[in-house]
């Protein structure tokens, strides 16, 4: 009996220590600009759902509002919301709905938009959201990011340097990837590469419910911290390559290269995001 | 040995080694597009393009510089073909025609 209740105090003690853990850690995991549409390897020309979420896709702890500034309690809209496909862009800034998206603990201000993938080929999607105001840093984020889709199988646009801020240029097309492939990409700024550029990669741990704007379940564990968000570096050239484990979604935010250094006084972060696709062996 | 590593040069050399690929839509005017390309992102300019009704051809053309072709909306059932050569043929369905 007294063996009993030892233990049940034991794991109260422990329940409170990782409460404790979480909320020390709380903001030490990788915020990640979502550009997330559920599939990017079209097999013909399709209406896509989009979701641009600011958020922390593997542990979702905390969903951000985007544009949100120190000085006005206003968000601030998206700077820029495009798409290039056969070299042609065409702006989407229109599309882009004001939504509410809830993560595992809270909600945040986010955007739903549709786009009509019809041609063949590949669409780069480019998003730049206002900077962000993270309160804990007294800094600003701002995180240029690039999915891209991919219609029927024929290669356009994927590969192409479109001299951003803040850039991953891929050199592995990002929707062509099996489980278990690797992908490779180019730190870049303005079209020169970042040398040793700091890269934060996380997996998007969770089924993004689009119909109710919602994150569900995990599907996953980390053993440790280090695997939330994983840490690389690019080589002399700015490049680098990650081998994808598990089917499913990856992002890549190489920090602060971009030539944006302030914002409103502040120092502001200007990071390239890119998403990369793994599909399953089945 | 010699024959084989040839071979494969004379095979990758050439756009036949790819996959023929080709997608078209409904421009909702009566009028469908199709654009052909291929798996290495090589341009289809030229490639034969024809559409069947009824096993027979009622529309025969080649890719335009852009590698894509538009025409006029068959009635009916009909089958849009990209004919890049024996083994290179890529057959699209009306009924997988979509706006």
């Known amino acids: ?282 | 040995m010699k024959k084989v590593l040839l071979g494969l040069i004379f095979l990758t050399g050439s756009v036949f080694a790819h996959t023929a690929i080709m997608s078209c839509f409904d421009n909702g005017d009566n009028t469908i597009t199709c654009e052909g390309g291929f798996s290495d992102g090589s341009s289809a300019s030229g490639v034969i393009f024809y559409v069947l009704k009824d096993d027979k051809k009622v529309f025969e053309s080649k890719m335009s510089e852009d590698s894509e072709i538009t025409f006029d909306k068959p009635d009916g059932n009909f089958e849009a073909v990209f004919d890049a050569g024996e083994g290179h043929q890529v057959h699209v369905k009306s009924s997988d025609i979509t706006e």
């Open chain 1, 1 to 282: 009996m007294l063996q009993k209740n030892m233990i049940k105090i034991s794991s109260k003690k422990i329940l409170a220590g990782s409460a404790l853990l979480a909320g020390l850690t709380t903001g030490a995991f990788a915020h990640f600009q979502m550009l997330y549409t559920p599939n990017t390897a079209l097999v013909k020309g399709e209406t896509i759902e989009l979701r641009e979420v600011f958020t922390h896709p593997f542990a979702d702890e905390h969903t951000m509002d985007m544009g949100k500034q120190h000085d006005s309690k206003e968000l601030k809209p998206v700077e820029e919301f495009y798409v290039i496909n056969k070299g042609k862009k065409t702006d989407l800034k229109s599309t882009l709905k004001g939504i509410t998206f809830t993560g595992q603990h809270n909600s945040g201000k986010a955007y739903a938009s549709q786009y009509k993938a019809q041609r063949m080929g590949d669409h780069v999607l480019i998003l730049q959201p206002a900077p962000y105001y993270e309160v804990n840093e007294d800094a600003y984020i701002q995180q240029i990011t690039k999915s891209i889709i991919n219609v029927a199988g024929t290669p356009t646009d994927w590969d192409s340097d479109l001299g951003l801020k803040a850039e991953i240029v891929p050199l592995t097309k990002p929707y062509a990837i099996w489980e278990g492939g690797s992908f490779t990409g180019v730190v870049k700024s303005k079209g020169k590469p970042v040398p040793y550029a700091e890269i934060e990669v996380e997996y998007l741990n969770r089924d993004v419910d689009m119909k109710n704007n919602k994150t569900g379940k995990a599907y996953v564990e980390a053993p440790q911290d280090a695997f939330v968000t994983m840490g690389i570096k690019a080589d002399k050239d700015g490049e680098f390559t990650f081998t994808l484990p598990k089917a499913g979604f990856w992002g890549f935010a190489a920090l602060g290269v971009g030539s944006d250094k302030t914002y409103k006084g502040k120092e502001l972060s200007q990071d390239a995001v890119i998403w990369v696709e793994a599909k399953p062996m089945k």
